[in-house]
């Protein structure tokens, strides 16, 4: 998929702060574009083939990836779990229409947690763990950080629209781009409805990652909204207290723990370090931006119940959708990537969870066949060389500059 243009400004040397109006702005009529477009069947969440490979990506018969699709799943529900590859935007967009004629998931989904790519300017893969051999993944890699923002934006706002009254998001971030993320996530959801800035320290850090002359970057910001204040769901996490521990008094504690800060594994009583600092972890599944399962469970335990809907629309390797599943909770993935999918799949599979497969579709093809016109008329996905009537651009239909492919999300 190519991406809207960012907003010209009259000066060069415009700032960043001074965009922001203008993204976000951009961002309601993009988001407002692809809702059209959904409800007028143009963008869809359509069945998996099942004669062949699901995500129809080349593979050679020992690519340690490679699996069989299931029988496909025509219809996607609120009652069921489902892993969708395709760009989040449309997918979103088709969702809030209401997908295969259904009613629409506006304010049903309980939990929203996204783990998007982080501006970082780096290329990302995927592979076997014990094997040397990677593929392409996902490239987090912009002109600017405007253009970061201006995908990203839209998608903020969409996300809003799906959660249901009493429901929180978690955006999760790093320093890159997060202060920038913050305002918009202000202006979107309500200053008012920001909860917390959670520090989650990555882990005990050494080698290269220590060398620099400089304090050593040691975390990842998860920022926490809500819908609406006064009815969301918080479920009070605690921390166990020692079994040695003992009162002033003598005594043992009668209650359930230390109550969980919004800092993150940084005390021994807090072990949460990323399994990407740990080379054994059970865990790993070859993708380079995997997250913790014990930091997806203390999310979904915190602000769900059980049987409750929660969504991991950048879904990468499908931690939140395994984890959410073993909790009890419904879930849906969303993710662009033939790797991320194939291993977020294979990972639901071996732990026997009971899902259905769609993917999103524009018309008859794929949406990252599509080019991007971003005027005020068509702010959204149009068919190349087929600008919409009484559109301004000059480029319209035709290649943006700079990127030329659509990242996988980073979970």
Request: some cysteine; aromatic content about 8%; glycine content about 8%.
């Amino acid at each position: 998929m190519r991406l809207p243009s960012v907003p010209k400004t009259s000066a060069p040397d415009t700032s960043l702060l001074a965009l922001l109006p203008e993204i976000l702005a951009k961002a309601r009529l993009v988001a407002r574009q692809a809702l059209r477009d959904a409800l007028a069947m143009r963008s869809v969440l359509g069945p998996l083939p099942v004669a062949r490979d699901s995500f129809s990506a080349p593979h050679s018969p020992d690519d340690p990836l490679r699996f069989q699709s299931p029988p496909a799943r025509a219809c996607i529900d609120l009652q069921a779990n489902t892993l969708v590859q395709g760009d989040n935007l449309p997918a979103m967009a088709a969702l809030l229409g209401g997908p295969d004629g259904g009613p629409s998931w506006r304010g049903r989904v309980d939990l929203i947690y996204a783990d998007p790519p982080f501006a970082s300017q780096a290329r990302y893969h995927a592979r076997k763990p014990g094997d040397a051999r990677a593929q392409p993944a996902f490239r987090d890699t912009w002109r600017s950080l405007a253009d970061y923002l201006a995908m990203l934006a839209p998608r903020l706002v969409l996300m809003h629209d799906l959660l249901a009254r009493s429901g929180s998001l978690y955006m999760h971030l790093d320093p890159s781009a997060g202060h920038y993320v913050k305002v918009l996530l202000d202006a979107i959801f309500g200053g008012g409805n920001f909860q917390r800035e959670i520090v989650w320290r990555i882990g005990w850090v050494s080698g290269f990652k220590s060398a620099a002359n400089n304090w050593i970057r040691n975390h990842d910001t998860i920022y926490h909204y809500v819908r609406h204040r006064p009815a969301q769901v918080f479920n009070k996490q605690y921390i166990p207290y020692p079994s040695e521990y003992r009162r002033r008094d003598g005594q043992r504690p009668s209650g359930p723990g230390y109550p969980i800060e919004d800092t993150w594994n940084c005390s021994p009583l807090d072990r949460m370090d990323s399994i990407q600092l740990m080379s054994f972890s059970q865990e790993k599944r070859g993708y380079d931006t995997q997250k913790n399962e014990n930091l997806m469970a203390r999310i979904i335990s915190a602000s769900s119940h059980p049987g409750q809907l929660v969504a991991d629309l950048f879904g990468g390797s499908g931690t939140t959708a395994a984890v959410a599943d073993r909790l009890g909770r419904r879930w849906i993935s969303v993710d662009c990537g033939d790797a991320a999918c194939r291993i977020a799949r294979q990972r639901l599979t071996d732990q026997g969870a009971v899902y259905g497969e769609a993917r999103v579709l524009t018309g008859t093809r794929p949406l990252q066949n599509s080019a991007a016109c971003g005027c005020a008329v068509c702010p959204g996905p149009v068919r190349a060389g087929s600008p919409a009537p009484g559109c301004r651009c000059a480029d319209a239909g035709s290649p943006a500059p700079g990127r030329n492919d659509w990242p996988s999300p980073a979970a």
